[in-house]
């Protein structure tokens, strides 16, 4: 059974910081690529960065809209990616999910979620 299971998220001022966590259980963890996706209320699901598997150099994306605030990595050893979220605003406020996905076969998982709730 695959379990994608998110911790990390709260409460934040604005300018904070948060790092949300993904274990994951049931996968090749190494062979996935792996995203946080954000849902805000109102709004559709939107990629807020991704992390490649180990077999294309764990190479990441960000959205503009985070770039240079948040940081994905894994820790393939813990089958574990983390989001580290520095200089949270307001907008950033969403469900974070965690999503693996493979190709080849294919497959894609989703988290439950976890709320980040950025506000003074």
């Known amino acids: 059974q695959v379990q994608l299971v998110e911790s990390g998220g709260g409460l934040v001022q604005p300018g904070g910081s948060l790092r949300l966590s993904c274990a994951a259980s049931?996968?090749?963890?190494?062979?996935?690529?792996m995203g946080w996706y954000r849902q805000a209320p109102g709004k559709q699901r939107e990629l807020v960065a991704s992390i490649t598997s180990i077999t294309s150099s764990s190479s990441t994306n960000y959205a503009d809209s985070v770039k240079g605030r948040f940081t994905i990595s894994r820790d393939n050893a813990k089958n574990t990616v983390y989001l580290q979220m520095n200089s949270l605003k307001p907008e950033d406020t969403a469900v974070y999910y965690c999503?693996?996905?493979?190709?080849?076969?294919?497959?894609?998982?989703w988290g439950q979620g976890t709320q980040v709730t950025v506000s003074s």
């Open positions: 049931g996968i090749i963890f190494r062979f996935y690529a």
């Open positions: 999503n693996a996905k493979r190709m080849t076969p294919q497959r894609d998982y």
